[in-house]
């Protein structure tokens, strides 16, 4: 999918569930503070910052918020670095959960937005606190 959107001009990039994209990415603004937005068109929002692993530091996606066919996928690489911060998540939020950092919607979900959005905060200071990001 992010090879045809990259090909695909901007203009008619287009976002198949535009609220959704646009909830999760107002979730994410408040890192840009911190964080360098890499991406910001219509169907991708990424943020990326230093990682440090294995005592190395290198430039790397963080968090982002990509817009599929079918979902809205959010990507969170301080969950999958520390996952004891989605640790306690409920059942309705496991659902919507793909590997170990990635959430998928198709609907705004006010309930569940909430709690991904403690989650992220979470993740970041446990990652912070560890000293990986």
């Known amino acids: 999918m992010r090879q045809n959107a990259a090909i695909m001009p901007a203009a008619k990039q287009v976002s198949a569930f535009p609220d959704v994209f ?7 603004r408040p890192y840009e503070k911190n ?7 219509p169907v991708h929002y990424t943020l990326g910052g230093t990682l440090v692993y294995n005592g190395k530091s290198r430039e790397s996606m963080l968090m982002a918020v990509y817009s ?7 990507h969170l690489v301080p969950i999958y670095i520390c996952p004891e911060a989605a640790q306690g998540i409920s059942a309705e939020l496991k659902k919507r959960k793909q590997g170990k950092g990635c959430f998928n919607f198709d ?8 709690e991904v959005e403690g989650v992220v905060k979470k993740a970041v200071v446990a990652c912070k606190a560890k000293k990986v990001i």
């Open 22 to 28: 646009d909830a999760l990415k107002k979730l994410l």
């Open 107 to 114: 609907s705004v979900d006010a309930k569940l937005f909430k």
């Open 35 to 41: 964080l360098k937005v890499m991406e910001d068109t």
């Open 68 to 74: 599929m066919k079918n979902y809205v996928s959010l």
